[in-house]
């Protein structure tokens, strides 16, 4: 797990440093990689060098490639990266995990001189060894960039889902940047920072970005599932899909059957994500998803470590109530015996935290995060490494209240209406006159947001409306969870893993009927609650959802509304030209707009001004 950036100019004369570039990126980028750092540069010889980015001088370089550490497997100095291959063609900058890199180590002869225990050894000689060829076989969290030196051809790639981040910068025939967080390029000093305001538009709709673009003009997530080739001497770009969702197949005919391959694949996947040569803990929430992974990884590790938050209620907050689930993770702990920490927070320290955590959150996504940002930091104190629980609801079908009204339509053009209503979760497109200003909506003009939903949601054919909705959450609304988790931990030196998001138990769920998904007589997640019976308490085998939330308006009343008006309501956003002054007004004062789609929005917008401020102004916050 670590940090990866690269600049690579095409063409004989550079009109950057990338080297130094590249260094800058590394340094903002500290946070995912404290256990060192490296930048690899070629200039216009064929042998690359090695710079320590704390070196300050002027480097003329074309390429570099360079890597921040965060030491997990094979902790020694041998396994630092960036990595130079036996044969010294290839190297490679990797962030992320290959949990079958054992299974791909026996591809090679028993005498093969590995040089390290790393996974990132492994993957290097596989590309080398097979090219892009190996990359559908790999299972794991990943983004990586592969030099080589021979072919001068660049090879990046990311997994499946995107569990692991990685952004681009593309101008055809010139240049070609990657990184694993937005802020590494405005490190580069590469181009004027400057807001996209048609991902803006997009992200204030659906409170994530369903096409790709960020809110910095220019950089672009790389797609998960995808991998490019960049041809360096001719300044060229292919990028190519390896993978996508498979089609649901319904190879299960019986509950029993179903519930007995998840209890065993899911004992597989969590046994094979434990691996590590530091201190490994695991989240418990007090829900089924991480008491599912929690009693797999206890049943592995004695006494192991789990965290919990919980938080400050108004004794007279009823709906408050319902957020905290310390008691439920406490009774989990206490039957698997493991090692718990509950953290508790109160209802103003979070407004304090708000700015630094915008600035590691990087690209602004779903509902109120910060809790997930202060629990790790806790989280920190005690293992390098934490199973999550994220995931769980995309592979197994844990959102009732929106498969429901789609099972009840007639048509998919209904189907898609009701859908776009739905997930339009801030503000509704047709809203957008009254917040945006005019300039915004003339320059964006051309934006169709029902057009990039609809694309979104009926990509693939022959699917019932369950399965639709299924792929819809694991290829958009996950990406946008998969962010809040990597950057919250990230921002401690924290790894978080998904055994949920496992290969091999993705697979196994493309493979069950919709009726051991959801069913609107037996529920949500039918099999999985099969499968950890007798494993975990029934009152949490059997429980509603709760997702991991504070009391949101309990807490926006304590400490968020002064703290709303004094950005929303600033001269400072108010200049930007952006929204109407008076649509900002409104909200501010608040005057009948306590619903949760208000408070929603208000989040979201405050989250954009503080982006604005940290990005796009330069104010970096006293993190």
Not at 29 to 39: C, I, T
Request: glycine share 6%; net charge negative; hydrophobic share 40%.
């Amino acid at each position: 797990m670590c940090g990866i950036a690269g600049v690579f100019e095409f063409g004989d004369s550079p009109r950057h440093s990338s080297v130094m570039a590249v260094s800058r990126a590394l340094s903002a980028m500290r946070h995912r990689g404290p256990d060192g750092s490296n930048v690899l540069h070629w200039g216009h010889e064929t042998t690359p060098r090695i710079h320590e980015p704390h070196e300050s001088e002027l480097i003329s370089s074309r390429y570099a490639l360079g890597h921040n550490r965060l030491a997990i497997l094979d902790t020694s100095p041998r396994a630092a990266q960036p990595m130079r291959s036996r044969a010294t063609h290839t190297w490679i900058a990797f962030n992320g995990e290959i949990y079958n890199f054992k299974e791909l180590r026996e591809r090679f002869s028993n005498d093969f001189p590995w040089r390290t225990n790393s996974d990132s050894e492994v993957l290097l000689e596989s590309v080398e060894s097979f090219g892009s060829t190996v990359i559908p076989h790999l299972n794991g969290m990943f983004a990586f960039a592969t030099f080589d030196a021979r072919t001068q051809t660049l090879l990046v790639a990311r997994d499946r889902l995107g569990i692991k981040p990685l952004y681009y910068y593309h101008i055809p025939g010139r240049m070609f940047a990657i990184a694993s967080e937005i802020k590494a390029f405005i490190a580069f000093n590469l181009f004027r920072a400057k807001l996209n305001e048609r991902s803006l538009r997009e992200y204030l709709t659906f409170q994530n970005s369903l096409t790709g673009e960020t809110l910095l003009e220019g950089v672009s997530e790389f797609p998960a599932g995808s991998y490019a080739r960049i041809d360096l001497r001719k300044g060229t770009m292919t990028l190519s899909r390896y993978w996508a969702p498979p089609q649901f197949s319904s190879t299960f005919s019986s509950l029993e059957s179903a519930a007995e391959a998840t209890t065993n694949t899911l004992s597989r996947v969590v046994e094979r994500q434990l691996v590590a040569d530091v201190p490994v803990g695991s989240f418990l929430s007090g829900g089924l998803d991480s008491s599912a992974v929690t009693s797999f990884a206890s049943a592995r590790r004695a006494h192991l470590p789990t965290f919990t938050c919980g938080f400050e209620i108004d004794p007279n907050d009823s709906e408050g109530a319902l957020c905290d689930e310390t008691s439920s993770a406490n009774s989990i702990a206490m039957a698997l015996k493991t090692e718990h920490h509950a953290l508790r927070l109160d209802r103003t320290s979070w407004s304090q935290t708000l700015p630094s955590w915008i600035w590691y959150l990087d690209d602004p996504r779903v509902g109120m995060s910060i809790q997930n940002f202060m629990l790790c930091h806790e989280v920190s104190k005690h293992v390098r490494v934490v199973l999550s629980g994220t995931g769980g609801d995309e592979v197994f079908g844990g959102y009732p209240w929106r498969y429901d009204p789609l099972l009840r339509c007639e048509s998919i053009d209904e189907e898609v209406t009701r859908a776009y209503e739905w997930w339009q979760r801030l503000l509704p497109s047709r809203q957008h006159p009254a917040l945006f200003s005019d300039d915004v909506l003339s320059r964006t003009a051309d934006l169709r947001l029902e057009e990039i939903f609809k694309a979104a949601w009926t990509k693939s054919e022959g699917q019932t409306p369950l399965e639709r909705a299924l792929d819809f959450d694991l290829t958009t609304f996950l990406r946008g969870l998969l962010i809040v988790e990597d950057r919250s931990s990230m921002a401690h030196g924290l790894e978080s893993r998904v055994p949920l998001l496992d290969n091999e138990l993705l697979d196994l769920s493309r493979r069950l009927p919709n009726w051991l998904l959801y069913d609107p007589t037996n529920g949500s997640k039918v099999v999985l609650r099969e499968a950890l019976k007798g494993r975990i308490p029934e009152h949490i085998r059997l429980g509603r959802k709760q997702g991991f939330v504070p009391p949101q308006a309990a807490w926006m009343r304590s400490a968020g509304d002064a703290l709303f008006k004094d950005l929303l309501c600033s001269e400072r956003c108010l200049e930007r030209g952006i929204f109407k002054r008076e649509w900002l007004a409104t909200l501010c004062d608040d005057v009948g707009l306590r619903s949760k789609a208000h408070q929603a929005l208000k989040w979201s917008l405050v989250c954009c001004e503080l982006w604005l401020r940290a990005f796009i102004d330069g104010e970096q916050p006293d993190y």
